[in-house]
């Protein structure tokens, strides 16, 4: 007959360091707060309606509160909300078979009090020409710019997500940034003739 197994104790607890150096203590309510716009704005540009986006951050809080005791608290919250954000997004896709990015809200800046319909139209302008350009990337490297520059991800937590090495992740982002600015520079001598 076996001893009863002793319940293992959390070694790395708020007080006690961990030896990565990280150990998140913040309650879920406070990472809900922090992260919401980040994950609503990574969702925003990847799926074609503002509504579809709002849906799929609510999927993605609720998900993490049911799986919230399973967060290990000793790898950044980012990476693995993220990583539940980019696996909603895939299975969206998988249900409705949607094309990404469709719309013109994906960059648009909150407006202030000014109305400038000259300075709105170039804006909007502009938000047409990068979602063109976007459009024309690979999969993986729309994957990897959304995460970096609508997430505000760092390299080593876009590698978690998207299950990938860092030197990946660093080649794949290169390679779409000068993608993006050959294509700008197309379009650039395009207009010009």
Same mark, same amino acid.
């Given at each position: 007959?076996?001893?009863?197994?002793? /319940?293992?104790?959390?070694? #790395?607890?708020?007080?006690?360091?961990?030896? !990565?150096?990280?150990?998140?203590?913040?309650?879920?309510?406070?990472?809900?707060?922090?992260? =919401?716009?980040?994950?609503?704005?990574?969702?925003?540009?990847?799926? #074609?309606?503002?509504?579809?986006?709002?849906?799929?951050? $609510?999927?993605?809080?609720?998900?993490?509160?049911?799986?919230?005791? @399973?967060?290990?608290? !000793?790898?950044?919250?980012?990476?693995?909300? =993220?990583?539940?954000?980019?696996? $909603? =997004?895939?299975?969206?896709?998988?249900?409705?078979?949607?094309?990404?990015?469709?719309?013109?809200?994906?960059?648009?800046?909150?407006?202030?009090? !000014?109305? /400038?319909?000259?300075?709105?139209?170039? !804006?909007?302008?502009?938000?047409? @020409?990068?979602?063109?350009?976007?459009?024309?990337?690979? $999969?993986?490297?729309?994957?990897?710019?959304?995460?970096?520059?609508? $997430?505000?991800?760092?390299?080593?937590?876009?590698?978690?997500?998207?299950?990938?090495?860092?030197?990946?992740?660093?080649?794949?982002?290169?390679?779409?940034?000068? @993608?993006? @600015?050959?294509?700008?520079?197309?379009?650039?001598?395009?207009?010009?003739?």
């Amino acid at each position: 007959m076996g001893m009863p197994l002793k /319940q293992e104790e959390n070694k #790395f607890s708020p007080g006690k360091s961990h030896p !990565t150096g990280h150990y998140e203590s913040r309650d879920f309510s406070e990472l809900y707060d922090e992260y =919401f716009d980040r994950v609503n704005r990574y969702l925003r540009c990847r799926v #074609f309606n503002s509504w579809d986006a709002d849906d799929l951050t $609510a999927v993605v809080f609720i998900k993490a509160l049911e799986k919230f005791d @399973q967060y290990s608290r !000793t790898s950044p919250f980012a990476s693995w909300i =993220f990583r539940i954000a980019h696996n $909603a =997004f895939v299975d969206f896709l998988r249900k409705n078979r949607e094309v990404p990015v469709e719309h013109e809200e994906i960059l648009e800046s909150k407006s202030d009090d !000014t109305w /400038q319909p000259e300075l709105q139209a170039l !804006t909007n302008e502009e938000i047409r @020409q990068l979602k063109d350009r976007l459009d024309q990337l690979t $999969a993986d490297q729309r994957d990897v710019l959304s995460l970096r520059y609508f $997430a505000d991800l760092k390299i080593q937590q876009v590698a978690e997500v998207l299950g990938k090495t860092e030197s990946s992740i660093k080649m794949i982002s290169h390679r779409g940034i000068q @993608q993006l @600015q050959r294509l700008y520079m197309e379009g650039d001598c395009h207009e010009r003739r």
